[in-house]
């Protein structure tokens, strides 16, 4: 009734050891890549129309609802005066800014930071 038993408790703690050593390896993983569901861009069609250098008019021509107030638009790189309100598929706004031939044009979601549109100018 002689038993040799004494491995199995240095194998058992190893395995233990390396469980919670890949258990918390995993958790903080989660935090730092943030494994949640992220904010994503309004997905819409939009167009340049009617440009002077006095402004332009932005036409919706379908997909997602854009909220002016969680969005603005930059000429340049500078950012331009808020709007308020929504444009819809198939409306359209006219936007007064000073533009010239080859600015860009761009449309940035505020809450996820992610491009809406990105439009030319061409005069």
Not at 42 to 65: C, I
Request: proline share 2%; aromatic share 4%.
């Amino acid at each position: 009734m002689n038993r040799n038993e004494d491995a199995v408790s240095p194998v058992i703690g190893v395995i233990l050891m390396v469980a919670i050593t890949v258990i918390l390896a995993a958790v903080i993983a989660a935090f730092v890549f943030g494994m949640g569901p992220s904010e994503m861009a309004p997905q819409s069609s939009v167009r340049l129309s009617n440009v002077s250098t006095d402004g332009f008019t932005l036409e919706h021509q379908g997909g997602d609802e854009i909220l002016w107030n969680n969005t603005y638009i930059t000429v340049d790189g500078d950012r331009i005066a808020d709007r308020t309100g929504n444009l819809t598929a198939g409306t359209s706004v006219f936007i007064t800014a000073t533009v010239e031939n080859g600015d860009s044009i761009k449309l940035i979601d505020i809450s996820s930071q992610q491009l809406i549109a990105d439009l030319d100018v061409r005069l």
